[in-house]
């Protein structure tokens, strides 16, 4: 009887580890404090410090990133720094990041990447936003398709420069990737991004 109820409780414990591990979520908080880790971002809170990165008047090597979840700073990231132009509609935000990054590479070049977060009230609204940004790609040569998760990518690779773009829906969170740079080399936080949340590289289409 005891070696019966020993193995019904181990048949729980593994069933809810099986569970736990299939609700996890890619596009998490978490994984942006680890890529923000790994990258070696300096955290702040300073939205006025993270509007000048992103609007491109800081000085180079600007590495910093904030997120914040069920406060009016996660509010604030949408609103301030991500909509500063009033381009989308209003959203009620539940938890949100931004990671930007200015740096010089090895050739004395700049290069620019950010990464944004969003976790929307409802699933409805976070596919409502994800479209709208997935269209703004228009006849832009891109990659579409639908998984475990949603995305859009795009890869621009000129004479002088590589673009690479990258947007994802999974539930109620929407997370955007984009950075302009030099070579294929010179995109660390993109990289990491795609890699600790397990999303396609935009450079994957190339």
Request: proline share 1%; net charge negative.
């Amino acid at each position: 009887m005891n070696l019966l109820k020993k193995t019904a409780a181990g048949i729980l414990v593994l069933v809810f580890a099986l569970a736990g591990t299939a609700c996890s979520k890619r596009l998490s908080l978490d994984n942006v404090t680890k890529v923000a880790e790994e990258c070696g971002l300096e955290q702040t809170e300073d939205l006025s410090r993270i509007l000048n990165d992103v609007s491109g008047t800081q000085d180079y090597n600007e590495q910093v990133f904030c997120y914040a979840e069920k406060t009016e700073l996660a509010q604030q990231i949408y609103d301030v720094v991500y909509n500063r132009s009033n381009t989308y509609p209003k959203h009620e935000i539940q938890s949100a990041a931004v990671m930007y990054t200015n740096a010089i590479n090895g050739e004395g070049k700049a290069v620019r990447e950010n990464a944004y977060l969003f976790t929307f009230k409802s699933g409805k609204k976070a596919s409502e936003f994800y479209q709208m940004l997935a269209d703004e790609f228009g006849v832009l040569e891109h990659a579409e398709g639908k998984d475990k998760y949603q995305y859009t990518l795009y890869l621009g690779v000129g004479e002088k420069n590589v673009v690479q773009q990258g947007i994802y829906l999974e539930g109620k969170t929407v997370v955007i990737v984009s950075g302009i740079g030099y070579g294929m080399n010179d995109f660390m936080l993109v990289d990491r991004c795609c890699k600790e949340m397990d999303i396609l590289s935009p450079e994957s289409i190339k």
